[in-house]
């Protein structure tokens, strides 16, 4: 239990070392020992005052919270003139508030990131992340109420977006071509998803997207041997993230010897982006287009149905966050959260489209866009301990009232 009568302002020096310890190790690398080091506290002390790991990450969220709030207030203060929300504005504003998190609050980014990815797996978490995710939708209801005639739906539709982009903008931020897509992105969010008769957004975008990473076939072919190995490190990613990866792990996990997993992959990044194929090809292979589409046309009840595999959308949704992550504490990995922020919306636009009333609008940048807000959403809700049954009708409604 914390000590009575210590007030957070005490814990400055605390708080701030296990955040960095956190957003440079993630969350199982935080120890009352590791922040004792970092912060000049003695394991007395810390003992004392704190008494274990649950109580430090409680401390530790209550002052992040605190800090997420009086941002929120800020940016709260920083619109209090202004009546209406235009397309611009609104995009304005939710860049910058990105951008403020990825800049000048990038390790307060990278631990809800953390404690969103770990509350999935980790009940115990879930009262944690819960009241910051609560307050992330009231700033958002609070900054569009009256200012936009759709607020409501908007408002939801936007928190589910900056959980599914964030970390993105923390490793991709100083790339031109990233912020050019990114930033395309939100004014179509903003602007009904859709794109408009006669503009040229949809080649635009098709640009900045071969311009982000560069297009490279499936070097691992399905049925080749090293395909095994693939999935191998496939499933250590989705499990343990891709930190995890290295040629001895996938060795033991298919009883081969680590000279037989290099003589596929001779490199821990070349094995890496081998798993990263592997995830992406075992979702895709669960998705039945031809039945969905079906199911779309005879019966439009079925839109808010369940249509994506639950496993393997629960799979793919976090290990693409641990490959943001690893990005986010590592520069080696930021071509591969590169390529898996190009490939959003691949599977999406395979079927989503059927739901709008005008599908010949609903290019690669509504597809990125509806693939972001169904990503934070279902993050999200593995955050809440929600079961995954596939997307909700809810979510879909509100992109479905933007476009109309």
């Given at each position: 239990?914390?000590?009575?009568?210590?007030?957070?302002?005490?814990?400055?020096?605390?708080?701030s070392?296990?955040?960095?310890?956190v957003?440079?190790?993630?969350?199982?690398?935080?120890?009352l020992?590791?922040?004792?080091?970092?912060?000049?506290?003695t394991?007395?002390?810390i003992?004392?005052?704190?008494?274990?790991?649950?109580?430090?990450?409680?401390?530790?969220?209550?002052?992040?919270?605190?800090?997420?709030?009086?941002?929120?207030?800020q940016?709260?203060?920083?619109?209090?003139?202004?009546?209406?929300?235009?397309?611009?504005?609104?995009?304005?504003?939710v860049t910058g508030?990105?951008?403020?998190?990825?800049?000048?609050?990038?390790?307060?980014?990278?631990?809800?990131?953390?404690m969103?990815?770990?509350?999935?797996?980790?009940?115990?978490?879930?009262?944690?992340?819960?009241?910051?995710?609560?307050e992330?939708?009231?700033?958002?209801?609070?900054l569009?109420?009256?200012?936009?005639p759709?607020?409501?739906?908007?408002?939801?539709l936007?928190?589910?977006?900056?959980?599914?982009?964030?970390?993105y903008s923390?490793?991709?931020?100083?790339?031109p071509?990233?912020?050019?897509?990114?930033?395309?992105?939100?004014?179509?969010l903003c602007n009904?998803?859709l794109a408009?008769?006669?503009?040229?957004?949809?080649d635009?975008?098709?640009?900045?997207?071969?311009?982000?990473?560069?297009?490279?076939?499936?070097?691992?072919?399905?049925?080749s041997?090293?395909?095994?190995?693939a999935e191998a490190?496939?499933?250590?990613?989705?499990?343990?993230?891709p930190?995890?990866?290295?040629?001895?792990?996938?060795?033991?996990?298919?009883?081969?010897?680590?000279?037989a997993?290099?003589?596929?992959f001779?490199?821990?990044?070349?094995?890496?982006?081998?798993?990263?194929?592997a995830?992406?090809?075992?979702?895709?292979?669960?998705?039945?287009?031809?039945?969905?589409?079906?199911?779309?046309v005879s019966?439009?009840?079925?839109?808010?149905?369940?249509?994506?595999?639950?496993?393997?959308?629960?799979?793919?949704?976090?290990?693409?966050?641990?490959?943001?992550?690893?990005?986010?504490?590592?520069?080696?990995?930021?071509?591969?959260?590169?390529?898996?922020?190009?490939?959003?919306?691949?599977?999406s636009?395979?079927w989503?489209?059927?739901?709008?009333?005008?599908p010949?609008?609903?290019?690669?940048?509504?597809?990125q866009?509806?693939?972001m807000?169904?990503?934070g959403?279902l993050?999200?809700?593995?955050a809440r301990?929600?079961?995954?049954?596939?997307?909700?009708?809810?979510?879909?409604?509100?992109?479905?009232?933007?476009?109309?």
């Amino acid at each position: 239990m914390v000590n009575e009568g210590v007030g957070l302002g005490d814990w400055s020096a605390l708080v701030s070392a296990a955040r960095s310890l956190v957003a440079g190790r993630g969350l199982r690398g935080l120890s009352l020992r590791s922040v004792a080091g970092a912060s000049g506290w003695t394991m007395g002390e810390i003992g004392y005052r704190v008494g274990n790991k649950e109580q430090l990450i409680a401390i530790l969220v209550e002052a992040e919270r605190a800090s997420s709030l009086a941002l929120d207030r800020q940016w709260l203060d920083r619109l209090a003139a202004l009546r209406h929300f235009d397309v611009a504005t609104l995009a304005a504003v939710v860049t910058g508030y990105l951008d403020d998190y990825a800049t000048n609050r990038r390790e307060a980014a990278i631990f809800w990131e953390e404690m969103l990815l770990e509350a999935g797996i980790d009940g115990g978490l879930r009262a944690f992340v819960a009241p910051w995710l609560d307050e992330r939708e009231c700033f958002w209801q609070q900054l569009l109420s009256g200012r936009h005639p759709k607020s409501n739906a908007l408002a939801r539709l936007i928190v589910k977006y900056v959980v599914a982009e964030q970390l993105y903008s923390v490793v991709l931020g100083h790339e031109p071509t990233y912020r050019l897509m990114r930033d395309m992105g939100i004014r179509r969010l903003c602007n009904g998803v859709l794109a408009d008769v006669g503009t040229a957004d949809s080649d635009l975008f098709e640009n900045f997207i071969a311009g982000l990473a560069p297009s490279e076939p499936i070097a691992t072919p399905i049925k080749s041997s090293a395909w095994p190995v693939a999935e191998a490190t496939a499933s250590l990613m989705r499990d343990r993230g891709p930190s995890a990866v290295t040629h001895r792990s996938v060795a033991a996990a298919l009883g081969i010897s680590p000279s037989a997993v290099a003589h596929h992959f001779r490199t821990h990044m070349d094995l890496v982006r081998a798993g990263n194929e592997a995830l992406y090809e075992g979702f895709r292979a669960t998705l039945d287009v031809d039945l969905i589409r079906s199911r779309l046309v005879s019966d439009p009840a079925a839109r808010g149905g369940l249509i994506d595999p639950q496993r393997a959308a629960k799979g793919l949704s976090r290990a693409t966050h641990m490959i943001a992550l690893a990005g986010a504490r590592d520069p080696a990995f930021a071509p591969l959260v590169a390529q898996r922020r190009k490939d959003r919306g691949r599977s999406s636009g395979l079927w989503i489209d059927q739901l709008f009333a005008a599908p010949e609008r609903y290019d690669r940048c509504a597809a990125q866009i509806t693939s972001m807000v169904l990503g934070g959403e279902l993050f999200i809700n593995l955050a809440r301990g929600i079961d995954y049954t596939g997307h909700s009708s809810a979510t879909l409604g509100d992109l479905l009232a933007l476009a109309n």
